[in-house]
């Protein structure tokens, strides 16, 4: 709940750099990190991100001013040596996946990337005023510190049983502030909690200390918003504990944004604060702070922007950056692509103050000034330019006579109903049997293409399931090419809402979407918010495929034991052979004749009644036993005479 409001209130982060408020960096919806130079008025330097369109930059903070060593240079003199001008120089992202960036605008290029230390996306990273020390916290509900010389985490601990959603150094580097609902003050030494602050109902987006003084003087202050929350509270640590409950609120029209504040650094100096609210209006405030205060604080001016049309429309503020010892604010106003900034003094005197501005003569002014990377190809006459649409909609008019056009005006008034192609659709999904007419009815693909757009304009599931239910590859394809530019993003959508579903209309689902994005590749790529389109569609399919590679392991696995499994039942069966005798033959002998007759046996007459009926048996079927048994017979009784007259 928490990444949700984060995400939704700080969708493409914008920040001035320090002091000199010389660039203003900004993500756009494409995902790149844009730089663009204020004094200028012109773009910078850019930057994509390898992972910008899996992974999006949620967060951005300036680093520290530093001196940069921008290349080989003359040698300076002693005079000049010591008036070294230190530049903002090195940017760090949070990314969603986890991930930190630190970019630098003196290279040009990524400094180093801070990853493996995460579980989460990152919501909020802040610098160590002095040392080279780099604080993220992230949705795994962990706050890890970064090492810039080694890139390595220094250390990392658990800061609440949420996603930690804000972050926030002290100008000494002494303490850290997080919050997810509830908001921590740390020790950095030791890493242990110094205070608790509760009050707000939702995460909490923005921390910043308003106060430079030590927390022993009760002189220490710090300000905090929420997501969907119209108050910025204040909060007093003071020494005795006695800070359960916010000393000052600041009342806003809509939920925070982007906050610049020039802190207080005795209780005689105000302090300033400009608040860029979500509904594109800056707030301006000035107060001095010593203690509570029971009503919550109106802004001394509001500034809000329109252009110069004839019935004038809002321009939304970006961001604001204020300047000590002045009333001169440098604000940067119109779209994340392309914005304006511009240095105004306002009369904090008025209450409201309304600014009208022409967006667009700026815009051209500033596209001119800018250096165009992009190189014009020179196109021969003879050359062909295909430009993207639909296929043959330029196509010439062949002349017919008059008789072929009365026909065709015939043919065209005897127009097909709905009711009528949902029946042909029907007739055509039924498989054909041998026997059946060839006459029977079919539906072009025109037709299809019709009816798909007359379901997605009425939005009736009646219609597109009779659509998508078709199987063959190249009635979809036709289909598809069919369709109008317009009708595109509405199918694309109703695709990725339809394979949200049940796996079985996922795989129709993935040939209709397949043969969109062959298609209409080219108008998908021209769309500006292209990300936002395709990000749900996109974030689906990884899920889904997510545990694809280890179930092919686990399939793989499996199916080595059972084959095993199989084997070795079989080789079981093979050897356990049974090896007891069907029918045991005992040759009969003269002494077990002499002893049938004792009176001691039991009765064996069954048993030779039995032995002679299977001895008669035997001789019926088979004659040729039967001399062989008397030749064995005789054989026998020739034995016997030998051995009685020996």
């Known amino acids: 709940m928490a990444a949700d409001t984060v995400s939704s209130s700080l969708q493409l982060p914008c920040v001035f750099s320090p002091k000199s408020r010389q660039y203003l960096a900004l993500c756009a919806q494409d995902g790149r990190l844009r730089i663009w130079n204020t004094d200028s008025k012109t773009l910078h330097q850019e930057y994509v991100p390898s992972a910008h369109l899996s992974a ?255 019935s004038p429309g809002p321009i939304p503020l970006l961001a604001a950056a204020l300047r000590v010892g002045t009333q001169t604010v440098l604000l940067g106003y119109g779209n994340h692509l392309q914005p304006v900034m511009e240095k105004v003094e306002i009369n904090t005197a008025e209450r409201h103050v309304c600014l009208t501005r022409d967006v667009h003569a700026s815009l051209s002014l500033s596209m001119e000034t800018a250096v165009s990377k992009v190189k014009t190809p020179v196109v021969n006459a003879k050359s062909k330019v295909l430009v993207p649409g639909l296929p043959g909609h330029q196509a010439p008019i062949k002349g017919t006579p008059q008789g072929s056009d009365k026909r065709k005006k015939d043919t065209d008034t005897k127009e097909m109903s709905i009711g009528e192609r949902l029946r042909e659709i029907d007739l055509s999904t039924v498989s054909v049997d041998k026997g059946a007419p060839k006459g029977t009815a079919s539906l072009q693909t025109d037709n299809f293409a019709v009816l798909l757009l007359q379901g997605l304009e009425s939005k009736d599931a009646n219609i597109l399931n009779k659509v998508f239910q078709t199987r063959k590859e190249m009635v979809i394809k036709k289909t598809v090419a069919r369709l109008p530019l317009s009708a595109v993003l509405p199918l694309v959508e109703e695709l990725t809402k339809r394979l949200q579903g049940h796996p079985f209309t996922a795989v129709l689902m993935v040939r209709w979407l397949k043969a969109v994005l062959m298609h209409h590749t080219s108008y998908l790529a021209s769309l500006p918010d292209l990300v936002t389109q395709l990000g749900v569609l996109y974030h689906m399919i990884e899920s889904r495929v997510k545990m694809f590679h280890k179930l092919t392991k686990l399939h793989g696995k499996l199916y080595l034991l059972t084959t095993q499994v199989a084997a070795s039942d079989s080789s079981k069966s093979v050897t356990d052979v049974d090896h007891t005798a069907k029918l045991v033959y005992e040759e009969e002998s003269s002494d077990e004749d002499e002893a049938s007759g004792d009176e001691g046996l039991p009765d064996d007459g069954d048993d030779s009644n039995w032995e002679e009926d299977e001895a008669m048996e035997e001789d019926k079927d088979d004659p040729d036993s039967r001399t062989d048994s008397k030749a064995n017979g005789e054989e026998d009784m020739e034995r016997g005479n030998e051995s009685e007259e020996e």
């Open 56 to 310: 999006t930059c949620i967060c951005i903070t300036w680093g520290p001013c530093r001196t940069v060593k921008e290349g080989p240079q003359r040698k300076k003199r002693k005079s000049e040596a010591g008036q070294m001008e230190e530049k903002a120089d090195l940017l760090a992202m949070g990314t969603a996946a986890g991930s930190v960036l630190i970019y630098s605008t003196a290279k040009g290029a990524l400094h180093c990337t801070l990853d493996g230390g995460h579980s989460g996306g990152v919501n909020c990273v802040q610098w160590h005023p002095e040392d080279s020390l780099l604080y993220s916290a992230s949705d795994d509900t962990n706050i890890i510190e970064w090492d810039l010389q080694s890139g390595k985490a220094r250390s990392k601990w658990k800061a609440d049983r949420a996603a930690v959603t804000s972050l926030c150094v002290s100008a000494d580097g002494k303490l850290l502030l997080s919050a997810g609902q509830v908001i921590k003050m740390w020790d950095l030494d030791t890493k242990e909690v110094y205070r608790k602050f509760t009050g707000h109902s939702t995460a909490v987006t923005t921390l910043r200390f308003a106060t430079t003084r030590p927390p022993e003087s009760n002189g220490l202050y710090f300000l905090s918003g929420a997501a969907h929350d119209r108050l910025l509270s204040v909060w007093q640590v003071r020494e005795d504990g006695k800070d359960k409950n916010s000393v000052v609120s600041f009342t806003l029209t809509d939920e925070p944004q982007h906050i610049d504040l020039i802190a207080s650094n005795s209780k005689e100096e105000a302090v300033r604060l400009a608040v860029v609210c979500k509904d594109g209006q800056l707030h301006l405030f000035e107060h001095f702070l010593n203690g509570p205060c029971k009503k919550p604080l109106s802004p001394s001016c509001t500034v809000q922007m329109s252009d110069t049309k004839d």
